[in-house]
T-cell receptor, first 113, second 112 residues
């Protein structure tokens, strides 16, 4: 069964460093998403991406964040200068349509020291 | 604004039924979802319901939707220890971008 994959599974970084989280969505899906879950809190929407552009972003998704689909398979989330409060589990998801079911990857646990 | 609320914790005995409740605010949501998260794992889609339905049954899972009260519930029949996990309710947000709004999750503890 097709699935969303994410790499790395864990990442530890120093405050102020740049990180890139990678996702491979399901191959025939057209809509891509990033969510994050700070430990013990809700899963929060960050950004949705369709047709090579951002279709919606939350207040969390400020200028430090960017997304890219550099080729036909990968979908990346870049955090330019990480802060302590960026420590969270980051989930990628994809769907065939915006009203279709979203399938989530296993997540990348990011720890900023 | 859009918000989804759930109770935080539920404990049941193996073999009993579990009912996890959720309330939401956005009446324009097209779909409502239940996701399951096991420790250290990602979000697994369990089931979903169209907003024009009242009930959906899928094996041991029954979803009930009360649109008037904006209340969603997930019933798990014959709960097993393997059902122990965090269960998230989510609604499709307004707009046509597919954004999901999640509740804070209900931790289900199943005692043998």
């Amino acid at each position: 069964e097709p699935e969303v994959t994410q790499t790395p599974s864990h990442q530890v970084t120093q405050m102020g460093q740049e990180v890139i989280l990678r996702c491979v969505p399901i191959s025939n899906h057209l809509y891509f998403y990033w969510y994050r879950q700070i430990l013990g809190q809700k899963v929060e929407f960050l950004v949705s991406f369709y047709n090579n552009e951002i279709s919606e972003k939350s207040e969390i998704f400020d200028d430090q964040f960017s997304v890219e689909r550099p080729d036909g398979s990968n979908f990346t989330l870049k955090i330019r200068s990480t802060k302590l409060e960026d420590s969270a589990m980051y989930f990628c998801a994809s769907s065939a349509g915006y009203q279709e079911t979203q399938y989530f990857g296993p997540g990348t646990r990011l720890l900023v020291l | 604004g859009e918000d989804v609320e759930q109770s935080l914790f539920l404990s049941v005995r193996e073999g009993d039924s579990s009912v996890i409740n959720c309330t939401y605010t956005d009446s324009s949501s097209t779909y409502l979802y239940w996701y399951k998260q096991e420790p250290g794992a990602g979000l697994q889609l369990l089931t979903y319901i169209f907003s024009n339905m009242d009930m959906k049954q899928d094996q041991r899972l029954t979803v009930l939707l009360n649109k008037k009260d904006k209340h969603l519930s997930l019933r798990i029949a014959d709960t097993q220890t393997g059902d122990s996990a965090i269960y998230f309710c989510a609604e499709s947000g307004s707009g046509n971008t597919g954004k999901l709004i999640f509740g804070q999750g209900t931790t289900l503890q199943v005692k043998p």
